[in-house]
């Protein structure tokens, strides 16, 4: 996880071609399994750090196969606040989707293993890209634990 002081943000500039549409797409959904920030049309951020310049740059090799152009920076906002504005961005993101999945947890009336086992590997999906420990995260773990505990599992989030 990064914290809020982290000043560097690593970006991704790319072009890919409509046709075939296939790569595109695939781009697109490693970009929103990662939980990127999209700054523009075809310019994505991650907070930097080794992990995510590497999941970038491994992004930009699959859009370069596909005959597109890409292009890494490792940058610095021109301000505090731009910064802060881009974690608040991913914050809110994570946020919603951790809400959505409590919410979905909250609605079922007697969980089952097989769901408490789904909404788990759900928690850590979504983990995976909550750069900046978005509030409803433990909100979201909690409701995993509860639902095991109806199910008769062991309690927690992470197996």
């Known amino acids: 996880m990064v914290t809020q002081h982290e000043p560097d943000w690593v970006l991704l500039n790319y072009r890919i071609p409509r046709e075939p549409s296939t790569p595109r797409i695939t ?6 399994d990662l939980g990127v920030a999209q700054l523009g049309d075809g ?36 301000s505090r606040r731009q910064g802060a504005d881009l974690a608040d961005q991913l914050r809110q993101a994570r946020d919603r989707e951790f809400d959505e ?10 969980p089952t293993i097989r769901s408490v086992k789904r909404w788990r590997r759900q928690w850590q999906r979504i983990s995976r890209r909550d750069y900046f420990r978005a509030p409803q ?4 773990r909690l409701a995993i634990a509860t ?13």
Do not use: C, M, N, Y
């Not at 781009?27 to 929103?32: A, D, G, I, T």
């Not at 999945?101 to 007697?110: D, H, N």
């Not at 639902?147 to 197996?159: D, F, V």
């Open 27 to 32: 781009v697109w959904r490693k970009l929103k």
């Open 101 to 110: 999945l409590r919410a979905e947890i909250e609605a079922e009336a007697s």
């Open 43 to 78: 310019l994505v951020a991650l907070p930097h750090d080794a992990r995510t310049k590497e999941h970038l740059e491994w992004i930009a090799e699959r859009v370069r196969e596909a005959d597109g152009e890409a292009t890494l920076w490792v940058a610095r906002p021109a």
């Open 137 to 140: 995260r433990d909100a979201a």
């Open 147 to 159: 639902a095991a505990e109806q199910a008769g599992l062991s309690t927690g989030a992470r197996r």
